[in-house]
């Protein structure tokens, strides 16, 4: 595995949110074209999708705002202008959120099937997506 063509690590933040540097990363880097394939065909799907719902903004709006330029900072302004502004607690009810996805929730099944795909069915440490993610990333 390539370590340059995987995104940042989910646990990362801009403006206090996780995930958003994530997404903001794979838009870049598939437009550079150093995005692992397996990544391609959920790019503003699942989590992706989330976020931007969660903030209000659509996809491919906020993708045309990144390819323009936008740093992330940049990039979460101009969402909490087009979509809406957020506050500490919009933060801390999203992360609590988003980084239990799939531990004890109706997402659990859809972890194991990834989890079994991609050979660490084995792996009871990994019981959320983030942990997953960062698995299969090798981060951990």
């Not at 936008?70 to 909490?80: G, H, I, R």
């Not at 989890?115 to 990333?137: H, N, Q, S």
Request: with cysteine; proline share 4%.
């Amino acid at each position: 595995m390539n370590p340059s063509q995987v995104p940042v690590s989910p646990r990362e933040t801009v403006g206090g949110l996780f995930y958003l540097p994530r997404l903001l990363d794979k838009i870049r880097r598939h437009a550079r074209g150093e995005l692992r394939a397996d990544f391609h065909a959920n790019l503003g799907l699942g989590m992706d999708a989330r976020m931007c719902r969660f903030l209000h903004v659509d996809y491919e709006s906020l993708k045309a705002v990144v390819l323009a330029g936008a740093t992330d900072a940049e990039a979460l302004a101009w969402c909490q202008e087009h979509g809406r502004p957020l506050n500490d607690e919009d933060a801390v009810v999203w992360n609590g959120f988003i980084s239990k996805r799939g531990w004890r929730d109706e997402a659990t099944p859809i972890l194991e099937q990834h989890k079994a795909e991609a050979g660490m069915a084995d792996r009871t440490d990994l019981v959320t997506f983030f942990d997953f993610f960062d698995a299969d990333e090798g981060r951990r």
